[in-house]
């Protein structure tokens, strides 16, 4: 089985306070996403990954960067964290090609004061 | 402004009775994809439709993709208790990136 482990459940910080999240990945996935998911709203893609080193924008980057410097790890960084932030953040993996099924992590709480 | 609307946005029913979640859109989807999820766990594959005008069923679960492959809906027959969790729509426009509903939170009383 995928298994997808971010590696805090839940996270409290400050505003103004760098946040990174990770993830990992051990079913050798090359492509690898961030969400926030907010009630009323779903799922909104913040940033995904291709392969290593590779980033694209999804629809809510703003705030926000990633890096993937292995193909197992992908992680988010809050540059400076601020209180509309506060959300449920979910990677996910999977592998390439149409129609490939999302694995998700178990989520990161975040609560910025 | 969603791409993906899916509705309602609250189900609560009696242990039994049948019920439909609708996931409806302007744009046309290479695939769609259905994904449950459970309080404090990520959100799970449930199916993948490809073909317009497919129906795939899963024990009481009856995905169905629309004929222009822009809508699809979910039917549980017989609800049970079980079945209680957040249901998600995410439509597939192509390269791989998923975009998702709003989400259905189904409540299932014994």
């Known amino acids: 089985d995928v298994k997808v482990t971010q590696s805090s459940r839940y996270l409290v910080k400050r505003t103004g306070e760098k946040v990174f999240l990770e993830c990992v990945q051990d079913?050798?996935?090359?492509?690898m996403f961030w969400y926030r998911q907010d009630p009323g709203l779903g799922l909104r893609l913040i940033y995904f990954?291709?392969?290593?080193?590779?980033?694209e924008k999804g629809d809510i980057p703003e705030g926000y960067s990633v890096s993937r410097e292995k193909k197992e790890r992908f992680s988010l960084i809050l540059e400076s964290a601020s209180t509309n932030q506060t959300s449920m953040y979910l990677c996910?993996?999977?592998?390439?090609?149409?129609?490939?099924?999302?694995?998700f992590g178990n989520g990161t709480r975040l609560t910025v004061t | 402004t969603q791409l993906l609307e899916q509705s309602p946005q609250f189900l609560s029913i009696q242990e039994g009775e049948n019920l439909t979640v609708y996931c409806n859109s302007s744009?046309?989807?290479?695939?769609l994809q259905w994904y449950r999820q459970e309080p404090g766990e990520g959100p799970v594959l449930l199916v993948t439709?490809?073909?317009?005008?497919e129906v795939k069923k899963l024990k009481r679960l009856t995905f169905q993709f629309g004929d222009a492959r822009k809508d699809s809906s979910l039917h549980i027959t017989a609800a049970q208790p079980g079945d209680t969790g957040l249901y998600l729509c995410?439509?597939?426009?192509?390269?791989?990136?998923?975009?998702f509903g709003q989400g259905t939170i189904l409540t299932v009383h014994p």
């Open positions: 996910a993996s999977s592998l390439q090609g149409a129609s490939s099924p999302l694995h």
């Open positions: 079913m050798d996935h090359e492509n």
């Open positions: 990954s291709y392969d290593v080193k590779m980033k």
């Open positions: 744009s046309v989807f290479s695939s």
């Open positions: 439709v490809v073909t317009g005008g």
């Open positions: 995410a439509g597939d426009l192509g390269y791989g990136k998923l975009t």
